[in-house]
């Protein structure tokens, strides 16, 4: 997917509590999950800067973005659109970004393509993953190669690994 020239790697470490995403060998963004039993609060370092995602309220399905203690936007989930990203741009325009999974590869391969799109139409980012050798693989590619957006992509795999969760807790067998 990526060019030689800009590697772009997503490295999880710590039985996949800690992430890190590195371009030609620089770390440009740390996260954590700091509780060890939930998947629902990242905690991320981009720029001398600290993003957090956590829940809104308590029973709520809402999560809340915040940059430095500010709120930057939210991830709203209802049962007909799924989860969407509301985020605030410089120009303090709101933005919608929706992450859309599909299949790829054979249907016996492990193999899923993570696209987030900017209000359904545009898309900003591809995820390809892969579970090869009980490890999972991932390549990146920014559709707009040269102004990355690694905050969109630390949030993207954030909304992936839910998907995920919510996927895995879909296949009980009742």
């Not at 209802?78 to 859309?100: P, Q, W």
């Not at 799109?117 to 693989?137: A, E, M």
């Not at 992509?153 to 895995?168: H, P, Y």
Request: hydrophobic share 35%; with cysteine.
């Amino acid at each position: 997917m990526n060019d030689s020239n800009s590697r772009i790697k997503l490295e999880i470490n710590r039985k996949s509590r800690d992430f890190q995403i590195i371009e030609n060998g620089i770390t440009k963004l740390k996260g954590e999950y700091p509780k060890w039993y939930s998947l629902r609060d990242l905690q991320f370092h981009y720029n001398n800067k600290t993003f957090n995602i956590k829940k809104k309220r308590f029973w709520g399905t809402d999560l809340l973005i915040e940059q430095n203690g500010r709120k930057l936007g939210e991830i709203v989930f209802s049962f007909t659109k799924g989860r969407e990203v509301h985020l605030k741009d410089m120009n303090s325009e709101l933005s919608k970004y929706t992450l859309k999974s599909k299949k790829t590869g054979k249907w016996y391969a492990n193999q899923k393509q993570y696209t987030l799109y900017k209000n359904n139409t545009f898309p900003i980012l591809t995820i390809l993953y892969q579970f090869k050798n009980w490890r999972g693989n991932f390549e990146i590619e920014f559709t707009e190669q040269d102004c990355p957006n690694y905050v969109l992509l630390a949030i993207a795999f954030f909304l992936m690994k839910l998907q995920q969760a919510d996927s895995a807790a879909n296949a009980g067998g009742f």
